[in-house]
C-alpha cells in the first residue's frame, strides 16, 4: 500500500521538556487512522508537524511523497491544496457566513466561474448533514455541532486526498458524536478519502477506526488494529479502555 | 483536450458514456460539455462509467444536478459499467443533493434600510448604555455601604496601565501641539508686534481645552479600546460568566477598578498635558519670537489663573466616566466570536471620542453662562 503520510524519528521540545522522543509511523491511502493519547501527550503538536504548521527539533514528515519541512513555500502549497484540516473548534472564519466559508476555498484555489461555485457550495453544505438555510448563518449563531459540519463541509471543498481532524467529537453529545462518525465513515468509504483523527474517543475508535496508534512519555506505544492496541497488555492502554467500559 | 462525455445510441436507447478524470479542476469544462449535448427532458438514458478513471464528488454532483434540471428521475436514468467505489459516490451525492442548495451571498439591503437600521441601532445602544449607567451607579452604591469589596489591587493594577504608561505619550502629544499652536499663533501676533501674547493663548487654550481634549482622546484610544478588548475577550472566553458564576459581579471586579482607575488618572493626564503643552509653547516662542523663557513663564504666571487650571482639571473625571463606561460597556457587549471583539473595540473608540466631544461642548457652555 502506498504511504501518504510517513513520520520519521520525530523529535519536539518544548524548552527542556521532550514531547516526542523518536516518533515514527506511517499512513496508507485509504486508511482511517486514529491518533490516541493523554491530555499533554503531544498529539495535537504531531497533527500540527504533520501539516506544516510547526517545525519539530528533528526527525522527517512526508506527506504525499512531499519533504513537508524540506519543500519550499511554493511546493508546500501545492500539498496543502490536497489535504483538508478540521481543527479543534472548526476555525471558522467568524466574519463570513457558513456558506461564503465553504466557498472560500473555491474562490482561493480555482477559476471556477460563481454559477458552479455557488451549488457546489450548497452541496458540500448538505453533504455533511447541514439544512440548506445554515449556509446564510455566520458561525457565532451555529451550535458547536453545526460549527463542527461546517468546518468540515470547508475541509472538504477541494476534494482532499487526505483528512485531518482534531478531536473531531469533543464537544459534541454522545449522539452528534456518533452521528458524526457514520458520517465520517460513509465519506472515507464513498470518497476512498485518507482520515488521520485525533482524538480521545474510544466509541469513534471502535466504530470508524482501521487502526489505532497510541502515543505516551512521547513514544509510539501501539500500532495496529484497534482491538490489538486495546488488549496490547501497556498499562496506560489498558487503563484508557478500561475506564470506557 | 478529452471529450469528457460522449453520446451514443445503441440498440434503440441512448447511452451518455463518462471518459476522463472528472475532478474538481476540470468542474467548468464537464459542465460545458453536459450543456453542450442539449438534453431533453422525459428521455431515457444509460450513463455507462466504464471509460471514467476518476470521479470526486463535485464532478458527480454536476452530473447528476445537470440531469435532474433536464427532468430526468431514477426511473429515467440507470447506470452500468461503474467501479464499485464510483457508484457507492454516487450513491451518497444523490442521497445527499435532495436539499436544496443554499445561495452564498448574504442580502444587501438598500440604503434607505441602512439608515434605519443604524437609526435602530443608535437607540438600542443608548438605551443600553443608560441602563448600564444605572446598574455601575448601584454597584457603586453598594460598595459605598460595604467598602471591602472595593479591589484596590486590581484597582492600582488599572491605575498603572492607564495614568503612568500613558504619560510619555500624552506628554509627547501635548508638547508637539503646543509647539504648533505657539508657532501658527506666532506668526499672527509678530505682525502686530504683540510676541509676547502667544504666552496668553498658549497658557489659556493649553489649560482650559487641549490638555483636556487630547489626553482624553489619546486615553480613549488607549485605554478605552484596552478595556473593550480586554472585557470582550473574557466574555468570549466565557470568563464573565465564570465570575457570575462564583458569585461575584462582573460590574465590581471587572468595571468599577478601571472606572475609578480612570477617574484618578485623567486629571493627573491633563495636569501633565498642561506643563508639556507650555513647555512646547515656550520652545516655539525661544526659537521664533525670541521670547526668553523666563519672560514666557512669568507672562503665563500673570495670565494664568487658577480658575483657568482647575476649569480643565474638572472636566477631566466627568470625560474619565464616560470612557470608562463606554469602554466596559462595550466589552461587555461582545458577542462569543473574534469579529465582534474587533468591531465593539472600534465603535468604543469613535463613541468616546466623540462623546469627549460632545461633553466639552456642554462644558464650554456651562462656564460661558457662569462666567468662568
Known amino acids: ?245 | 483536450m478529452p471529450s469528457w462525455i460522449e453520446r451514443k445510441v445503441e440498440e434503440g436507447t441512448d447511452v451518455l458514456y463518462l471518459q476522463g478524470a472528472w475532478r474538481l479542476p476540470h468542474v467548468a469544462a464537464i459542465v460545458d460539455a453536459l450543456r453542450a449535448l442539449r438534453l431533453k427532458p422525459c428521455e431515457r438514458f444509460v450513463v455507462d462509467g466504464s471509460a471514467l478513471s476518476e470521479l470526486d464528488t463535485s464532478a458527480a454532483f454536476m452530473l447528476l444536478r445537470q440531469l435532474t434540471s433536464v427532468g430526468c428521475t431514477e426511473s429515467t436514468l440507470s447506470a452500468r459499467g461503474f467501479e464499485p467505489r464510483h457508484l457507492r459516490l454516487i450513491e451518497l451525492v444523490r442521497a445527499r443533493m435532495a436539499t436544496p442548495p443554499s445561495s452564498e451571498h448574504s442580502v444587501h439591503l438598500g440604503v434607505l434600510e441602512r439608515v434605519g437600521a443604524a437609526a435602530v441601532r443608535v437607540h438600542r445602544q443608548l438605551a443600553s448604555q443608560n441602563a448600564f449607567v444605572g446598574q455601575v451607579a448601584l454597584e457603586v452604591a453598594s460598595i459605598a455601604r460595604a467598602p471591602r469589596l472595593f479591589r484596590p489591587r486590581e484597582t492600582i493594577a488599572q491605575f498603572e496601565a492607564v495614568c503612568i504608561d500613558a504619560i510619555p505619550i500624552v506628554a509627547l502629544v501635548n508638547f508637539l501641539v503646543g509647539v504648533v499652536i505657539a508657532y501658527v499663533l506666532g506668526v499672527q501676533a509678530q505682525r502686530y508686534g504683540a510676541n509676547l501674547f502667544v504666552a496668553d493663548g498658549i497658557g489659556l487654550g493649553v489649560c482650559r481645552e487641549l490638555a483636556p481634549i487630547l489626553a482624553s482622546v489619546v486615553v480613549a484610544g488607549r485605554s478605552g479600546a484596552a478595556f473593550t478588548a480586554q472585557i470582550g475577550t473574557m466574555k468570549v472566553e466565557e470568563e464573565i460568566d465564570a465570575i457570575s458564576t462564583l458569585g461575584l459581579s462582573p460590574i465590581q471586579v471587572l468595571v468599577i477598578p478601571r472606572l475609578v482607575a480612570l477617574v484618578l488618572a485623567l486629571p493627573l493626564l491633563v495636569f501633565v498635558g498642561d506643563l508639556a503643552g507650555i513647555a512646547g509653547g515656550m520652545l516655539a516662542g525661544t526659537w521664533q519670537l525670541d521670547i526668553a523663557p523666563r519672560v514666557f513663564l512669568e507672562r503665563v504666571h500673570d495670565v494664568l489663573d487658577l480658575t483657568h487650571f482647575v476649569v480643565g482639571v474638572v472636566k477631566a473625571p466627568v470625560f474619565a466616566i464616560a470612557i470608562a463606561l463606554i469602554a466596559c460597556r462595550m466589552g461587555l457587549a461582545v458577542a462569543r466570536d473574534a469579529r465582534s471583539v474587533g468591531e465593539n473595540t472600534t465603535s468604543t473608540v469613535v463613541q468616546c471620542i466623540v462623546w469627549v466631544i460632545l461633553l466639552d461642548a456642554v462644558f464650554a457652555i456651562v462656564f460661558q453662562q457662569m462666567d468662568i
Open chain 1, 1 to 245: 500500500m502506498q504511504s501518504v503520510v510517513v513520520a520519521d524519528s520525530i523529535v519536539t521540545r518544548f524548552g527542556k521538556q521532550v514531547v516526542h522522543d523518536g516518533v515514527s509511523f506511517t499512513v496508507g491511502r485509504g486508511e482511517v487512522v486514529a491518533l490516541i493519547g493523554g491530555s499533554g501527550s503531544g498529539k495535537s503538536v504531531l497533527l500540527r508537524e504533520i501539516i506544516g504548521l510547526k517545525r519539530p527539533a528533528s526527525g522527517r514528515i512526508e506527506l504525499l511523497g512531499t519533504n513537508v519541512w524540506e519543500a519550499s513555500a511554493e511546493e508546500l502549497n501545492v500539498v496543502r491544496r490536497r489535504f483538508g484540516v478540521l481543527f479543534q473548534d472548526g476555525a471558522l472564519f467568524s466574519s463570513l457566513t457558513v456558506a461564503e466559508n465553504v466557498a472560500v476555498p473555491f474562490r482561493e484555489n480555482t477559476d471556477l466561474p460563481t454559477d458552479i461555485v455557488a451549488p457546489l457550495t450548497g452541496f458540500k453544505i448538505a453533504l455533511v448533514g447541514l439544512p440548506p438555510e445554515a449556509g446564510a448563518k455566520v458561525p457565532a449563531e451555529l451550535s458547536g455541532g453545526m460549527r463542527k459540519r461546517a468546518a468540515l463541509a470547508r475541509a472538504l471543498a477541494l476534494e482532499p486526498e487526505i483528512l485531518f481532524l482534531d478531536e473531531p467529537t469533543s464537544g459534541l453529545d454522545p449522539v452528534g458524536a456518533r452521528e458524526f462518525d457514520r458520517l465520517l465513515r460513509t465519506l472515507a468509504d464513498s470518497l476512498g478519502l485518507t482520515v488521520f483523527i485525533v482524538t480521545h474517543d474510544v466509541d469513534m475508535l471502535l466504530s470508524v477506526v482501521d487502526r489505532a496508534i497510541a502515543l505516551s512519555g512521547g513514544k509510539i506505544v501501539a500500532d495496529g488494529p484497534v482491538t490489538a492496541v486495546r488488549d496490547s497488555g501497556d498499562p496506560w492502554l489498558r487503563d484508557y479502555f478500561a475506564a470506557h467500559a
